[in-house]
């Protein structure tokens, strides 16, 4: 059986296991923000921080702020390192108002909705810097680790934009790219393409080429690692990732190696991966 036929039903039962279904993205964005307020729940009651790894893309923070607010919970106990942020022709991070600002994406649809009281310290609200990129390194291996890490992929298989070495210039060898740090890197050709279609609606112009992104090093040592799949272009994605081999040709494949992983995918993304002649958006089912 190819690996593109294979169901959810097929999986072996150790991969299995870690995989959940769920009907639509609301019900996904649920399940993950109940999870977070479980893990936030325990670290403020244990009165340390809860450091998370967060992307900008795959979920909906909006969720979360539900989860605070309907708990009665705080995120003062909460430290994020977001994975990245674009840079901008000089290599230092693009202004905020940018629009492709993950620094104002996460103030606006997850901090911001917050009461004051209730939001993160301004000190453990982290984003890579281009200029430091090792901070978040030695940040990361002081604490053993992130205590959780959520992610979506690219369609190159990217995890934060970590692209396969060789679309970077970078050594093309397993055992480098596992130990790949937070740096500075040029998006590869492809992710920009994802990028026009999904992101800019083909605005070129608004699309920096350069960005500054945490490496697979830091992000495999995290404690849990939480991948959620919503779109019709992912059913070949995570198939690619955890039937097939180990690659640094498909960097979400480092993750069959992480030992705390679940993946959490819609009905859409779990779907036996179709081929059509005309093309989609990835956002439904063809007709």
Not at 252 to 258: D, F, I
Request: a negative charge; charged letters at 20%.
């Amino acid at each position: 059986m190819s690996l593109y036929n294979t169901t959810v039903a097929d999986l072996p039962a150790a991969l299995r296991s870690r995989v959940r279904v769920v009907p639509d993205c609301d019900a996904l964005n649920r399940q993950i923000a109940q999870e977070f307020g479980d893990l936030l729940a325990a670290a403020t009651q244990e009165g340390r921080l809860l450091t998370a790894i967060c992307p900008v893309g795959p979920l909906d923070y909006g969720f979360f702020v539900a989860e605070v607010l309907r708990r009665g919970l705080s995120c003062r106990n909460l430290r994020t390192i977001n994975m990245d942020e674009y840079l901008d022709d000089q290599d230092r991070l693009i202004p905020v108002l940018h629009p492709l600002s993950f620094r104002r994406f996460m103030a606006e649809t997850f901090f911001g909705l917050l009461p004051a009281e209730l939001r993160p310290l301004p000190e453990n609200v982290i984003f890579p810097e281009p200029e430091a990129p090792e901070k978040v390194t030695e940040l990361i291996d002081g604490i053993g680790g992130a205590d959780i890490c959520w992610a979506g992929f690219g369609i190159t298989g990217h995890v934060a934009f970590n692209d396969p070495p060789a679309m970077l210039g970078e050594p093309d060898n397993l055992a480098s790219f596992r130990n790949c740090r937070t740096r500075q890197l040029t998006i590869s050709p492809m992710s920009t393409a994802q990028m026009l279609m999904g992101g800019t609606n083909g605005n070129a112009g608004v699309l920096p080429t350069r960005a500054v992104t945490i490496g697979m090093y830091e992000m495999l040592k995290s404690k849990a690692f939480r991948c959620t799949f919503m779109r019709n272009w992912h059913a070949g994605l995570w198939r690619r990732a955890f039937l097939g081999p180990v690659t640094q040709k498909f960097p979400g494949s480092l993750l069959q190696e992480h030992p705390n992983l679940t993946i959490t995918m819609t009905e859409l993304a779990a779907a036996v991966p179709l081929v059509h002649t005309a093309q989609a958006t990835g956002e439904k089912e063809a007709e």
